[in-house]
């Protein structure tokens, strides 16, 4: 049996999959990358929807500013009613280098991180791998795989499991559960090349179109001229059937109109929520869709399973370099389950809303659809899929809270809070051009009020972690963007969250501390750095 050996083993090799191996490749950590597939299929437009934070993401591998060159951002969203437009909403014109979203094909998206993994020596790719068993000790993982040339294993001190979301068999042998619920009803997608003037930067949601009466249809311009259209259909549906008598081009038809189109790829599919109970077993962490399905009205999946990636990869850096606390890693499973539990709820809301299950939910969506024909005023009430949004790291255990920045929960749609303890930091462009968030990517970071005393606040983070901090002056811009106040010290994570916010040098060793795992301050650094 040939044998590999691994600081990592990513099982997954779709876009959580290479972005966890690529970030952590970023951090110096060798990595051995899985898939069970013998080779990429780059078929289909799947997960379309990039949201501004993957991107920013994205960036710190050099894939961020070419997913964004390449993709389309949609500027007008409209929604109608049957034979009518109930309202459309224009969305306000960025004003940062990367735009609030972009739609782009997932294949496309897989081959420009693919270019990146070709480029990163510290990354070893192994197609046709179906992961037969996974066995554990105190000191690894042991993967046993199925290839065409017979048995195989890799031997890691960790995995990242990004098996998406046909992923039982790992979380069976990993011992997960994955409770939940799916949805009857089922999903027509095509993906049509055609010229829709006017179309190429509107995204149309339609209720109950008199073309596809008592469900909806969602349309999303992607580049090249291709639109993305969602049908719900009954579960019985049959796309063969369709195909052979002319009904799926009575369909496109009742869209488009009587103008030449191209099908290039179609898909029916079925709406899962589901949740891993345990995102960490053991040395085994669960990312993306093998931890959590939920539908993808707002763009929740691939978004957060790219924040999955991150979140494990920095924490899993940290422990194989000796920095972390004991607490580090546990914390991937408090953050990022919280963030599946936010990301369901919301998603389910919207599926109550367009999949109504109960007499009260089917009467509730028609008296709203039906008030927002007459008043505006019940527009917010239309529920077609909240955006994906950062999660906020306000209750994590690695979060030192701020009493003078109490967190009020999540603020009305399209608006941010003010930034604090937990939050994402805003992407403030510093002195010399560079980029708060690219900044803060690279280490722990401590950004300090004019008039503080940098040599104390370096002595302070030595005396916390055995791990690089780095320490800057604020400047103006990025006081005022954070709302930073004279003799605070802001301390930053290496996923540009803030950990803490701290009035006084000696404050900076417990929180520092916290934010690197430790459960203590009798708990001493680690000051051992192992060999990567």
Same mark, same amino acid.
Do not use: C
């Given at each position: 049996m040939d044998t590999v050996t691994a600081r990592v083993a990513v099982l997954g090799n779709g876009p959580v999959g290479q972005t966890t191996a690529l970030l952590l490749a970023g951090w110096g950590i060798p990595v051995v990358l899985l898939d069970r597939r013998p080779a990429r299929d780059l078929v289909g437009s799947k997960a379309i929807c990039q949201q501004r934070d993957v991107l920013d993401i994205w960036a710190a591998v050099g894939a961020g500013e070419a997913v964004a060159a390449e993709g389309v951002t949609w500027t007008t969203a409209r929604t109608f009613y049957r034979d009518r437009e109930l309202f459309s909403y224009r969305l306000p014109s960025p004003d940062t280098r990367l735009p609030p979203?972009?739609?782009?094909?997932?294949?496309?998206?897989?081959?420009?991180?693919?270019?990146?993994?070709?480029?990163?020596?510290?990354?070893?790719?192994?197609?046709?791998?179906?992961?037969?068993?996974?066995?554990?000790?105190?000191?690894?993982?042991?993967i046993r795989c199925e290839t065409a040339g017979g048995p195989s294993r890799i031997d890691a001190e960790y995995a990242v499991a990004c098996a998406g979301a046909r992923g039982d068999d790992v979380r069976?042998?990993?011992?997960? &559960?994955?409770?939940?619920?799916?949805?009857?009803?089922?999903?027509l997608i095509c993906d049509i090349r055609a010229e829709l003037e006017g179309w190429a930067t509107e995204r149309r949601f339609y209720f109950d179109p008199p073309w596809n009466p008592g469900r909806q249809v969602l349309i999303h311009p992607c580049p090249g001229g291709h639109f993305r259209i969602d049908?719900?259909?009954?579960?019985?549906?049959?796309? &063969?059937?369709?195909? &052979?008598?002319? %009904?799926?081009? +009575?369909?496109?038809?009742?869209?488009?109109?009587? !103008?030449?189109?191209?099908? *290039?790829?179609?898909?029916?599919? %079925?709406?899962?929520s589901r949740v891993a109970d345990r995102m960490r077993a053991g040395r085994v962490l669960l990312a993306g869709d093998c931890a959590h399905l939920m539908s993808p009205f707002g763009a929740r999946g691939l978004n957060s399973g790219v924040a999955d990636a991150e979140n494990a990869a920095w924490k899993l850096a940290y422990v194989l370099r000796g920095w972390a606390g004991p607490g580090l890693l546990e914390s991937y499973h408090d953050e990022r389950h919280a963030a599946a539990m936010e990301n369901l709820a919301v998603t389910s809301a919207t599926m109550d809303f367009l999949v109504p299950r109960t007499p009260e939910q089917r009467a509730r969506r028609l008296d709203v659809l039906d008030r927002a024909t007459r008043d505006p005023g019940a527009h917010a009430e239309v529920d077609? &899929? %909240?955006?994906?949004?950062?999660?906020?790291?306000?209750?994590?255990?690695?979060?030192?809270?701020?009493?003078?920045?109490?967190?009020?929960?999540?603020?009305? !749609?399209?608006t941010l809070p003010a930034a604090g303890p937990g939050m994402l930091v805003?992407?403030?462009?510093?002195?010399?051009?560079? %980029?708060?968030?690219?900044? +803060?990517?690279?280490?722990?970071?401590?950004? *300090?009020?004019?008039? *503080?005393?940098?040599?104390?606040?370096?002595?302070?983070? *030595? +005396?916390?972690? +055995?791990?690089?901090v780095g320490v800057r002056l604020l400047d103006p811009e990025t006081t005022a963007a954070l709302g930073a106040r004279p003799g605070e010290t802001w301390v930053i994570r290496p996923d540009a969250h803030v950990a803490a916010v701290a009035v006084a040098a000696g404050e900076l060793v417990p929180v520092l501390r916290r934010a690197h795992g430790h459960s203590s301050t009798s708990d001493s650094p680690v000051r051992r750095t192992t060999g990567v």
């Open positions: 979203f972009v739609n782009l094909s997932q294949s496309r998206t897989e081959e420009i991180l693919d270019e990146r993994i070709a480029a990163q020596p510290l990354i070893d790719v192994h197609w046709g791998h179906r992961v037969t068993g996974i066995e554990q000790s105190v000191d690894g993982v042991g069976r042998m990993l011992g997960v &559960g994955f409770d939940g619920q799916s949805f009857d009803d089922l999903f049908w719900q259909v009954p579960g019985d549906y049959d796309l &063969g059937a369709e195909e &052979g008598d002319g %009904r799926l081009d +009575a369909r496109v038809r009742a869209i488009i109109g009587d !103008r030449p189109y191209e099908i *290039a790829w179609k898909s029916v599919y %079925r709406f899962h077609s &899929g %909240r955006l994906a949004e950062p999660f906020w790291y306000t209750g994590s255990p690695l979060t030192t809270p701020d009493p003078a920045r109490p967190f009020g929960g999540r603020p009305p !749609r399209g805003p992407d403030v462009v510093m002195p010399g051009g560079e %980029r708060l968030r690219a900044l +803060a990517r690279t280490g722990f970071l401590l950004l *300090a009020a004019p008039g *503080a005393d940098i040599a104390e606040l370096r002595s302070a983070a *030595a +005396a916390s972690t +055995a791990s690089p």
